[in-house]
């Protein structure tokens, strides 16, 4: 027998004010079919007053404990992916475990920009493997709209704030059983050469500013489609399984394009391909744990099933995650 993580339930949050294309053609020179037509996105949601990367963070994290039926006394690591946290320092994550109310167990943020939620998960899965952790709660969360230049429109037409969470819990399996559950394999990556294709110009120890969110479109699509097609094949490698075995892919929701390139490489159809990014546009580390918690909602994605995860960012940094779920 070994110990996996496995997925008990999950939860999303978005803030309250939607903003649509036609929306955004009042604020910047754009057009819903401009924006259609490059990225699949229709709508996205803003945070308002009083709404923060915590807030939508512990709303989430308590809908995944409420559909896990699962107690946040028990939780004991909250592993956050965000890059826009509400302060500077402490952890965001921290804050959520205060207004959860389960104070004590182990609690801090992961920055890896979109690929965050990957690799908070692949770090609880690690600790709870390991015996450190028995119950977890994975969380991404952004207000990606505080760091947007609404002057620019390639970029801020792109983004929206949410959260999504699961929680994962430690359980004894047959690894040789095909249907156990929990999570298989993940594969991580980072490269740090691309750092002026997708960042934010500005940081507490350079310019003592939170900064915008600068990006060269066509040069990050190039990589996306490449480096998610590869590091999906190694995940397939690492776990023995082929693409048709795959009932779902669930993948950090940045531009249909990409979505659809990406499916196409590896031979995938698109009616495994959850997409979500026609309502939510790039919620960045939020953007794959909303996807899932809207198919599981949906009835798309049951228990049972296999679910691979993946997703890109700024960094670069990419990664995947395959799951029974």
Not at 237 to 266: C, E, F, M, Y
Request: aromatic share 6%.
């Amino acid at each position: 027998m070994t110990i996996r993580a496995v997925f008990r339930g999950s939860g999303s949050a978005l803030p309250k004010r939607a903003v649509s294309n036609a929306e955004m053609a009042t604020m910047v020179d754009t057009s819903d079919e401009w924006i259609v037509e490059r990225t699949g996105i229709r709508n996205r949601y803003i945070a308002g007053e009083g709404e923060t990367t915590s807030t939508l963070a512990t709303e989430a994290a308590r809908k995944a404990l409420e559909s896990a039926g699962i107690e946040a006394s028990r939780v004991d690591l909250i592993v956050l992916a965000t890059a826009t946290p509400d302060q500077t320092f402490p952890a965001t994550a921290t804050i959520v475990q205060d207004k959860l109310g389960c104070n004590g167990g182990v609690a801090f943020d992961v920055a890896a920009v979109c690929s965050g939620f990957l690799y908070a998960l692949a770090t609880a899965d690690s600790m709870i493997r390991t015996g450190m952790s028995k119950c977890a709660l994975v969380i991404g969360a952004e207000t990606f709209s505080r760091i947007l230049d609404w002057e620019d429109r390639t970029t801020c037409v792109l983004f929206g704030d949410g959260a999504g969470a699961v929680v994962l819990e430690a359980q004894d399996v047959d690894e040789s059983d095909a249907a156990a559950p929990g999570i298989i394999a993940t594969r991580l990556h980072a490269d740090g050469a691309h750092n002026e294709m997708l960042f934010v110009d500005g940081g507490p120890s350079t310019t003592g500013t939170v900064g915008k969110l600068r990006m060269k479109g066509p040069e990050v699509f190039r990589h996306a489609v490449k480096n998610l097609a590869s590091v999906l094949v190694e995940v397939l490698d690492a776990s023995g399984k082929k693409s048709d075995d795959i009932d779902w892919v669930v993948p950090h929701q940045a531009n249909l394009r990409i979505l659809d390139a990406t499916a196409r490489k590896l031979g995938l159809p698109s009616e495994k391909v959850v997409v979500t990014v026609s309502q939510h546009a790039n919620t960045s580390a939020a953007s794959v744990p909303l996807a899932y918690d809207t198919a599981v909602l949906d009835g798309r994605i049951k228990p049972g099933d296999l679910v691979m995860f993946e997703a890109m960012g700024g960094g670069f940094t990419w990664g995947a995650c395959l799951a029974r779920v």
